[in-house]
């Protein structure tokens, strides 16, 4: 799509952030999750909620389907305005889609340094979830903005989905293996676009990555042989897996040879430039003791990588695993397993060659 661009103004240069990239750590969140305390007021509907990390909320309509809930925000992880926008709600769709459902209205969440940027380029970024949400056929409804130092743009998106196509990032894995819809590397190549480090060659790989919706999801949900489902974003393959097998009471065997990259060259070059996010090394400090094989640099920087919009981590029975290839490839996804999962072990993920 053709949109006007503006050349001077580079919204990542306004934050201290960047995409996912801004999440506050596992270890911390947990910290605040049980300082909250929680409620003794019981909901029978209420199907997913505080008690699991999920990707989303979801309560039962009681006619045979639920409603999920979910919001997302984040600062600039892009300069440009539009596809900042776009980023960010495909981003927060993507937790509909990570729970098998539908999405099906979406509102705006806009904080913005009015004494920085022009109210010009915030309504670009509007521009961009909007198109986002014509793409996946929801209305982007309305909103609310706050003025703030530093730019922050997301979605609260509901969705529905039919209760017996549920995905949770846990199940019953036991004998499945494990698929990723989307390359790593979104905060390597985004590190070394703010280091002035990356090739022209390479400065449309993140971008489109990140644009690109997790529509498949959808499709997921009324597979039985699915048992899991999760995207993977700013904890990193790591930190969701390492969800997915808590949430299930098992461990997983991770391949890295099999884990797909973006692009495995450039991804390799940028990392021997040392374009690291920060993020990658709160996440390593946040589960690094539950995984066995990953104290390599490369191996760390690679699984530990805070992906901002990135693809679905699926749980598939083995027994169905050509199935689910020939069905994900008629979607145009030519994907291959990473991993498999294994009884519950004293290390949650072993990570090998």
Known sequence: MSIETYPEVKLTQYSH???CGCKISPKLLDEILKSSGTSNQVFPGLLVGNSEKDDAAVLDLKDGTALISTTDFFMPIVDDAFEFGRIAATNAISDVYAMGGKPVL??????????????????KVIEGARYTCQQAGIPLAGGHSIDCPEPIFGLSVNGRVNINDLKKNGGDIANCVLYLT?????????????????KPEHNRLAPESMMKLNTIGEVCGSLDYIKAMTDVTGFGLM???????????????????????????????????????????????????????IEEEFNKNILCDPQT??????????????????MMKSHDLDLKPLGYIIPKDDKTIKVVL
């Open 17 to 19: 952030g960047a995409g």
């Open 182 to 198: 989307k390359g790593l590397g979104v905060g390597i190549l985004t590190t070394a676009e703010k280091k002035t480090k990356l």
């Open 106 to 123: 979406a509102i705006a969440i806009l904080g913005w340094p009015i004494d920085k940027l022009s109210a010009e380029v915030a309504g």
């Open 309 to 326: 919009s990135g693809g679905l981590l699926i749980a598939v029975e083995k027994d169905n695993q050509k199935e689910f290839e020939i």
């Open 239 to 293: 930190g969701h897996l390492v969800e997915m097998c808590e949430a299930s009471n098992q461990s997983a065997v991770v391949e890295l040879s099999k884990v797909p990259l973006i692009d495995r060259d450039a991804i390799k070059y940028y990392l021997e430039e040392k374009c690291v996010p920060g993020g990658t090394n709160r996440n390593y400090d946040s589960y690094g003791d539950k995984i066995e094989g």
